[in-house]
């Protein structure tokens, strides 16, 4: 079985930055493609980005493109997702996922973290 923990959500104001880490429990890590959703009250799950096994290739929602980086450690069995510029639009429950296909749906993980709390005031 896979668990998934993440953390470093938090309260930060407009323009700030967080790092978002997602912990992964066994020792299959390095087997799973890596993806960050949220959701927003109200709002469907949606994709954030994603991370391939080697870390050879990444994905980002244009919403946030080019302030969030996503990045993995195998030898930490740690995803993480670095977060800058945030906007107040950017609140929302982070969720990290493994599966072994990945990619920007959430059908394509097998594995979810409980969720963090991100909320950006402006």
């Known amino acids: 079985q896979v668990q998934l923990v993440e953390s470093g959500g938090g309260l930060v104001q407009d323009g700030g930055s967080l790092r978002l880490s997602c912990a992964v429990s066994?020792?299959?890590?390095?087997?799973?493609?890596m993806g960050w959703f949220r959701q927003a009250p109200g709002k469907e799950r949606e994709f954030v980005a994603r991370i391939t096994r080697n870390s050879g290739v990444t994905n980002y929602a244009d919403s946030v493109k080019g302030r969030f980086t996503i990045s993995r450690d195998n030898a930490k069995n740690t995803v993480y997702l670095q977060m800058n510029s945030l906007k107040p639009e950017d609140t929302a429950v982070y969720y990290c996922?493994?599966?072994?296909?990945?990619?920007?749906?959430?059908?394509?993980?097998?594995?979810w973290g409980q969720g963090t709390q991100v909320t950006v005031s402006s």
């Open positions: 066994g020792r299959t890590f390095y087997n799973y493609a």
């Open positions: 996922a493994a599966g072994l296909l990945g990619g920007g749906l959430p059908d394509r993980y097998d594995y």
